[in-house]
């Protein structure tokens, strides 16, 4: 199967052409004929699977035929990040259409959003920038043919299901509603029984890990993480390397240790400006860094086809949080390794991941690292300054040589 079944539009074809997509991913084969039928979907779908063009695609189809310069789309999203993804995704299949997309999000001024409201066909939205227009009244509604709710579980995880539920009320009840989700909790249970009228619903890979991805544990105590992080980089031929830290002071920390060390890291957590967000986001994807630190909620929205290794320096604190943080790897048909350090405390996570995965993950420890050396090398320690070998091709070689909200839960 390839994408002319789906019998698009020219205009959309050619999109799909410049995205250099040849066969649909399950996800896509799945979910875009109904979609296309016009039935309200409710797709479980983790990270990776390539579920933005399966909604983006059928809307710009959908759309192009009668294009009347107000807003007919709106997908709400949790993150800056993801509603900006989403956009670029949208301008790049939509190219030859002719449509309008906005992406409105915290953080960066009202005023420009506000005029492109007012042109735009679609809009991708976190909702409480979205909510902050409705009160303005300076988004209209009254020609919305379809709703897309993505990533249903991380948006109920940050504390948005209310505001979802505030956001629907000025919706017209006469619409095409598309739910996404990875995991179905209780809550999103309820919502989608709410929203949804007669779904079609699509399951691709939400009980286990993508095949393309393999796993390793490294036992380690919690003051020798970093020595060991280091280790593992110098020591690991790596391309690209998102690095999930449960804090955002930590994430911070542990990024200017690393670019200490000499690698081209940056850091993405709620105390960034967007753009300094947006700037290290450009800079991971285009291999200016190499190194990524970041915590769950703020990378939400990374899509980067080539990251070969995603390490869990904090372990992640559910297993469904485990299978989003590793889906960043091994994405499409790119293989990828998921590496996660662990402490005495984290055995019962353990567990959880084992379960999950189906087996049991093998633990690896690094002969050349002393996993005895006490806490009073923390700082200061020569393991845990030492510079890392050239295996790793971000290492800055120079260097070496010289020696709102949302941001308070991120």
Do not use: W
Request: aromatic share 4%.
């Amino acid at each position: 199967m390839n994408f002319e079944a789906f019998n698009f539009h020219p205009a959309v074809a050619a999109g799909v052409l410049k995205a250099g997509y040849a066969i649909p991913t399950p996800i896509q084969a799945q979910a875009i004929p109904p979609i296309l039928k016009h039935s309200d979907v409710m797709g479980l779908a983790q990270t990776g699977t390539g579920k933005t063009a399966a909604f983006v695609l059928p809307i710009l189809n959908r759309l192009i035929g009668n294009r009347c310069g107000c807003l007919r789309a709106l997908i709400l999203a949790p993150t800056r990040e993801l509603a900006e993804q989403i956009h670029q995704a949208i301008e790049i299949l939509g190219h030859k259409t002719s449509l309008k997309s906005v992406a409105v999000y915290g953080g960066v001024g009202i005023n420009p959003q506000i005029q492109k409201l007012k042109r735009a066909d679609i809009v991708v939205a976190c909702p409480g920038r979205l909510l902050d227009h409705i009160s303005r009244h300076t988004v209209d509604f009254s020609q919305l043919e379809v709703l897309v709710i993505d990533e249903t579980d991380q948006l109920l995880d940050m504390g948005f299901l209310p505001d979802i539920r505030r956001i629907l009320t000025h919706l017209p009840h006469k619409r095409q509603t598309l739910l996404f989700s990875a995991t179905m909790p209780t809550e999103i249970r309820h919502l989608a029984k709410d929203i949804l009228r007669n779904p079609v619903t699509v399951q691709i890979g939400t009980t286990a890990p993508a095949d393309t991805v393999s796993h390793a544990l490294y036992p380690v105590a919690q003051h020798l993480k970093t020595a060991l992080l280091l280790n593992l980089l110098g020591t690991t031929p790596i391309r690209s390397v998102l690095v999930f830290t449960r804090t955002k002071h930590r994430a911070k920390s542990l990024e200017k240790k690393l670019a200490v060390a000499g690698y081209r890291s940056a850091s993405l957590q709620g105390n960034l400006s967007q753009g300094k967000r947006q700037a290290a986001l450009d800079g991971f994807r285009d291999g200016t860094f190499q190194i990524l630190v970041a915590t769950d909620i703020a990378a939400r929205g990374i899509d980067v086809t080539r990251i070969s290794h995603v390490i869990n320096y904090d372990i992640p604190s559910t297993p469904e949080a485990y299978i989003h943080r590793i889906g960043r790897t091994g994405r499409a048909t790119h293989s990828g390794e998921a590496l996660t350090l662990i402490t005495g405390d984290d055995s019962e996570m353990v567990r959880a991941i084992n379960r999950i995965i189906g087996s049991k993950v093998e633990q690896r420890t690094l002969s050349a690292f002393d996993y005895n050396a006490p806490a009073s090398i923390r700082k200061d320690s020569p393991q845990e300054q030492r510079k890392p070998h050239c295996k790793f091709s971000g290492v800055n070689k120079s260097r070496n040589k010289k020696t709102s909200r949302l941001n308070n839960r991120i």
